[in-house]
């Protein structure tokens, strides 16, 4: 989407401590940020990132799309910047994503004919991708999202093209080769809807069979993009500590709150679109109080759980910083407006920042 500079805003400083001093222990509170954020072109977002969080993820831009586009001709200015401005400001630092069905160029499964490539020549392409971006950055990223998404809302694999050609022994690979790459780095597998009993069955299975062939699985990523009513306090705690008992540290990740109708069953995924509906877009003048007190409300609860589990939780991370930049505007809807994140579209910080603050600075 188009960027808009809003160099005349500046954000209030009323709260009064950052929700990384809060939350320091506890766990990394993390966002996921842009190039146009890592050059520091943003001087709004800028005092925000460094402010509030000890933690970034790549949005997009380590992707292996657009990081490898063509065989063998890697885009690493974007990912070079994301890196340094992460050592600049002391963060723990957090690659996304090194294998994943969505937003992977296509040549990565195709011969010259057009044809699927032999299991043996996808096995190779991963690996020699997985070597170059990890080894690049060995001792310099903390954390990678080697696999994202395997594994369906119903427990099965996935039939992605890296399932259909290499089986799903693609996954313990990826884990080889990115421990190979950099032995110091941490490994996470990372999912959305994984409160779900089904899906968390699956993925509880997928990780004990790794687990079993010798592979470690240092973090286990549950995506948070929730909903005002959904998914349940219950469910997301019942499911964080089925994954901390894997022996794995458990993140919350991508985590924002949408406030717009979800009509269809709760998703991440991204292929999924509708056609819009003035319906499903009632807050184009902004929030109602009522909605927005809901919102704040779910964002401290939400918290206040993670608190409670913080010796199983290592990290939360937001999917972004303003709401203006998310991309729950545009999915699975484009043109709406949605309200998901800490930091409203002027960059002002909502009642929830504030109220995550005292939460936890009087657990």
Same mark, same amino acid.
């Given at each position: 989407?188009?960027?808009?500079?809003?160099?005349?805003?500046?954000?209030?400083?009323?709260?009064?401590?950052?929700?990384?001093?809060?939350?320091?222990?506890?766990?990394?509170?993390?966002?996921?940020?842009?190039? &146009?954020?890592?050059?520091? /072109? !943003?001087? =709004?977002?800028?005092?925000?990132?460094?402010?509030?969080?000890?933690?970034?993820? *790549? %949005?997009?831009?380590?992707?292996?799309?657009?990081?490898?586009?063509?065989?063998?001709?890697?885009?690493?200015?974007?990912?070079?910047?994301?890196?340094?401005?992460?050592?600049?400001?002391?963060?723990?630092?957090?690659?996304?994503?090194?294998?994943?069905?969505?937003?992977?160029?296509?040549?990565?499964?195709?011969?010259?004919?057009?044809?699927?490539?032999?299991?043996?020549?996808?096995?190779?392409?991963?690996?020699?991708?997985?070597?170059?971006?990890?080894?690049?950055?060995?001792?310099?990223?903390?954390?990678?999202?080697?696999?994202?998404?395997?594994?369906?809302?119903?427990?099965?694999?996935?039939?992605?093209?890296? &399932?259909?050609?290499?089986? /799903? !022994?693609? =996954?313990?690979?990826?884990?080889?080769?990115?421990?190979?790459?950099?032995?110091? *780095? %941490?490994?996470?597998?990372?999912?959305?809807?994984?409160?779900?009993?089904?899906?968390?069955?699956?993925?509880?299975?997928?990780?004990?069979?790794?687990?079993?062939?010798?592979?470690?699985?240092?973090?286990?990523?549950?995506?948070?993009?929730?909903?005002?009513?959904?998914?349940?306090?219950?469910?997301?705690?019942?499911?964080?500590?089925?994954?901390?008992?894997?022996?794995?540290?458990?993140?919350?990740?991508?985590?924002?709150?949408?406030?717009?109708?979800?009509?269809?069953?709760?998703?991440?995924?991204?292929?999924?679109?509708?056609?819009?509906?003035?319906?499903?877009?009632?807050?184009?003048?902004?929030?109602?109080?009522?909605?927005?007190?809901?919102?704040?409300?779910?964002?401290?609860?939400?918290?206040?759980?993670?608190?409670?589990?913080?010796?199983?939780?290592?990290?939360?991370?937001?999917?972004?910083?303003?709401?203006?930049?998310?991309?729950?505007?545009?999915?699975?809807?484009?043109?709406?407006?949605?309200?998901?994140?800490?930091?409203?579209?002027?960059?002002?910080?909502?009642?929830?920042?504030?109220?995550?603050?005292?939460?936890?600075?009087?657990?």
């Amino acid at each position: 989407m188009a960027m808009v500079i809003m160099s005349g805003c500046t954000p209030k400083e009323e709260h009064r401590s950052s929700l990384k001093s809060a939350l320091n222990d506890n766990f990394h509170i993390g966002v996921a940020v842009n190039p &146009y954020q890592t050059a520091e /072109k !943003d001087s =709004v977002a800028n005092v925000l990132i460094k402010k509030h969080f000890n933690s970034i993820v *790549a %949005e997009n831009c380590m992707k292996s799309a657009l990081i490898q586009p063509k065989p063998g001709e890697f885009n690493f200015d974007n990912a070079d910047q994301f890196v340094e401005y992460g050592e600049k400001n002391d963060m723990f630092i957090v690659g996304h994503t090194l294998i994943w069905h969505s937003q992977s160029p296509r040549w990565f499964y195709i011969d010259d004919e057009g044809n699927d490539v032999s299991r043996e020549k996808l096995i190779q392409r991963m690996k020699d991708h997985i070597s170059t971006v990890v080894g690049r950055y060995k001792g310099r990223i903390d954390g990678w999202d080697v696999v994202n998404e395997a594994i369906n809302d119903d427990g099965s694999w996935r039939e992605n093209k890296f &399932y259909d050609i290499i089986g /799903k !022994d693609y =996954v313990r690979l990826a884990f080889e080769f990115a421990r190979e790459a950099d032995p110091g *780095a %941490e490994l996470y597998y990372n999912d959305y809807n994984m409160q779900k009993e089904d899906k968390r069955k699956g993925v509880v299975k997928m990780v004990n069979q790794l687990q079993e062939q010798g592979v470690k699985v240092d973090g286990i990523g549950m995506q948070g993009h929730y909903y005002l009513d959904y998914p349940s306090s219950e469910d997301i705690e019942e499911s964080l500590l089925a994954y901390a008992a894997l022996g794995s540290n458990v993140m919350i990740t991508e985590l924002d709150v949408s406030a717009l109708p979800n009509p269809w069953e709760s998703t991440a995924e991204v292929s999924f679109d509708a056609d819009y509906d003035d319906k499903l877009n009632p807050y184009k003048d902004g929030l109602p109080e009522e909605v927005s007190k809901q919102l704040n409300q779910r964002y401290l609860d939400l918290f206040n759980l993670f608190i409670k589990h913080s010796d199983k939780v290592s990290r939360v991370t937001l999917w972004g910083l303003s709401d203006a930049y998310s991309w729950k505007n545009n999915w699975p809807i484009r043109g709406r407006t949605d309200y998901p994140l800490l930091f409203d579209r002027d960059y002002q910080p909502k009642p929830a920042v504030d109220m995550i603050i005292e939460a936890a600075e009087t657990k």
